[in-house]
């Protein structure tokens, strides 16, 4: 009934390790079969969840349902409840992890219910959609229940519910879209340091490789990359060669959307230059706009808890902040800022109230004193808030730094972390003001390498708990920030997301040669949208051509074929949606496989199932008449129904016409 859409918009949706929140199925009838409930309990980020952070959220969940039913006047004495695999479509938690921890957190709320005279958990069901996992899933009950035969009672057999799957058509199940790249530093206190990688994607699982790096030839590499016009076409080949072990080197020159986490002293390097056609690659295109690559920082320094910019907060635009005398002006600040603010501004957009604080445009007036920006950015809330100046780098060990003001003034790291509410997105478009990388050892002047060391602002707004942060790590072309700036509101303003908008807009930085396209870090929930007051969130559809890639295989084409008829039988996916997929299938592969019976049947399966009878029966007709018989004694049936159906549409048409039963 939207209470869980209404619960994310007001910024109340559980998110943390530990949070829950109880929604009652409010469309639900007397007698419906439906759940009374749901119970959504939160996970964190990803990558970080600990086996004993998801007990706890289990378990708490578990308590926060069994409290609401004691509530009632004939609370019964036991309740029944069923899960996912929570957590397992993600990295760090297997099939088997996820049901032995949920298993142990409905055992340890039940402890505490039967203390507190709540009604306990007697049944626990556990839906999975693919047998596979539903079996490794089994194998690892069963073991805790033949270890504790006290605690647990496991049904023998798994059983079969309606759509069920064999197996995902990846070899790998993951639950999000985007391949999952961990490169974080260990030996930190040393000159030279070892990143070691971890890989979740769908072509592979959990990879733990480490490489040693000379991080002083790194950070001469930096240096010399670090400018807006280098061209150097063999920096990007030479990190990838220094940086990416052999093992991990093909997974990292695919072409699939990729979230990296990185660490402070990982942050540092341009990974966004990394050219991977060192690896044999023919693509043109760098590796970092192909796979839109998004970056994630580990931090152990967060603020608990995150008060939400709302859809009916303002958008503010500072553009080129009056500096001190010494500083040059910034015409291209002045006409990123006007471009941005006009797009949110225009009416046609229908985006949200746009703030201007805009210096003149024929640059014989400064721009807007530090004590207005800063009042300016308190006194209300903000969704969005789009920063273009002069920036310098907050020392290594404290100091003023940031967005440099009026009167020697910063808008830094402590001004930051006054904000009380959060925006969603705040795009810092000064240079030097990326994510601090400590790649330089410790004890080393940083004072003068500015692209090494880049300062705290980005990293204050991802401790805060701004849902995406893009900021320049190097100085910036200002034809080439303008159209990457422009280029990544567009796209926003379409509807797409983060990750989509961080793609086009490097793409289009590109076009004006240099690398200011690589300067932007830009970090963040790769799924983020930008949603307007009055229209709700949608997502962006995965291509065919890009779903179906891995199919090489007649076996592979059927699982495909098995899923489309599951999601628009059960799932109620859209039909030409469905269909289009259908055919991309059916284009693809039907010279191959098109002459093999059982194929032929499922294509029919999943003509039939998204709406199609005339492309059901057609292929129903040719797996019956197969030569190699692998149909089964179904499709006769099918066929027929298909025929029925058929015929019976065409006499809706024709209401002349009555359909003759075969």
Request: negative net charge; glycine residues 8%; charged residues 25%.
């Amino acid at each position: 009934g939207g209470t869980m859409a209404a619960s994310l918009e007001a910024g109340v949706y559980p998110i943390g390790p530990g949070t829950h929140k109880v929604f009652m199925n409010l469309q639900r009838m007397t007698g419906d079969t439906a759940p009374e409930a749901v119970v959504v309990v939160g996970l964190g980020e990803e990558g970080k969840l600990q086996p004993a952070d998801l007990v706890d959220t289990v378990r708490n969940g578990a308590i926060a349902w069994a409290q609401r039913v004691a509530e009632r006047s004939a609370a019964p004495p036991t309740l029944e409840l069923a899960a996912t695999l929570i957590a397992s479509g993600g990295s760090g938690i297997t099939p088997a992890q996820a049901a032995q921890l949920c298993a142990e957190g409905v055992r340890e709320a039940n402890l505490r219910l039967a203390v507190a005279r709540a009604p306990i958990v007697a049944h626990l069901v556990l839906v999975e959609l693919y047998l596979e996992r539903a079996q490794e899933a089994w194998r690892a009950i069963d073991a805790q229940a033949q270890a504790m035969p006290a605690r647990y009672r496991l049904t023998p057999r798994i059983a079969d519910g309606e759509g069920g799957l064999i197996r995902p058509l990846d070899a790998d199940y993951r639950g999000s879209d985007h391949d999952f790249v961990s490169a974080v530093s260990r030996d930190g206190n040393t000159a030279d340091f070892t990143i070691a990688y971890t890989v979740d994607t769908k072509r592979a699982r959990s990879e733990v490789h480490a490489q040693a790096t000379q991080a002083r030839l790194v950070e001469t590499l930096v240096q010399k990359a670090s400018n807006d016009w280098n061209g150097d076409p063999h920096i990007g080949p030479t990190l990838f060669n220094l940086l990416v072990p052999i093992q991990m080197r093909p997974y990292l020159s695919g072409t699939g959307d990729t979230m990296m986490e990185l660490d402070e002293r990982t942050a540092g390097i341009p990974w966004e230059l990394l050219d991977t056609r060192a690896n044999g690659g023919d693509d043109e295109l760098p590796w970092a706009i192909r796979c839109r690559l998004v970056r994630k920082l580990r931090t152990t320094q967060f603020r608990p808890q995150v008060q939400d910019s709302r859809t009916e907060d303002s958008v503010l635009v500072i553009g080129e902040p009056k500096c001190p005398d010494d500083f040059p002006r910034l015409p291209g600040a002045r006409a990123e800022a006007k471009a941005v603010a006009a797009m949110f501004a225009d009416p046609d957009q229908g985006a949200a109230e746009v703030v201007p604080l805009i210096a003149p445009d024929d640059g014989t007036k400064p721009g807007f004193e530090a004590d207005a920006i800063v009042e300016a950015l308190m006194s209300r809330d903000w969704r969005i808030v789009h920063i273009c100046g002069h920036g310098q780098p907050v020392p290594e060990h404290g100091g003023d730094g940031g967005v440099v003001l009026s009167d020697g003034l910063f808008l830094g790291p402590h001004e930051i972390d006054t904000m009380p509410v959060v925006p969603e997105l705040v795009f810092v478009n000064c240079c030097h003001l990326g994510v601090a990388p400590g790649i330089v050892a410790k004890g080393r002047d940083t004072a003068t390498n500015l692209p090494v060391f880049a300062a705290g602002v980005a990293r204050k707004l991802i401790d805060i708990g701004v849902r995406c942060v893009v900021a320049a790590g190097w100085a910036v072309d200002d034809a080439a920030a303008q159209a990457f700036a422009t280029e990544f509101y567009r796209s926003l303003l379409r509807g797409e997301r983060f990750m989509d908008a961080v793609g086009r807009a490097r793409l289009a930085a590109r076009e004006h040669g240099g690398n200011t396209w690589a300067a932007y870090q830009c970090y963040g929930d790769p799924d983020w949208i930008f949603r307007r007051a009055a229209a709700p969130a949608w997502m962006r559809a995965v291509t065919p051509q890009r779903e179906f890639s891995g199919i090489a295989s007649r076996e592979a084409l059927a699982i495909a074929l098995q899923t489309l008829a599951v999601e628009s039988r059960l799932q109620r996916r859209d039909p030409r949606a469905q269909q289009e997929r259908v055919r991309f299938l059916e284009n693809r592969f039907e010279g191959d496989y098109g002459a093999c019976g059982w194929i032929a049947e499922l294509f029919g399966d999943a003509w039939k199932e998204s709406g199609d009878a005339a492309k059901a029966l057609a292929w129903y007709e040719r797996a019956v008449k197969a030569a190699d018989r692998s149909a089964t004694l179904a499709v006769t049936g099918k066929r027929d129904a298909a025929a029925l159906g058929k015929a019976y549409r065409k006499a809706v048409r024709h209401p002349g016409k009555q359909p003759q039963p075969r």
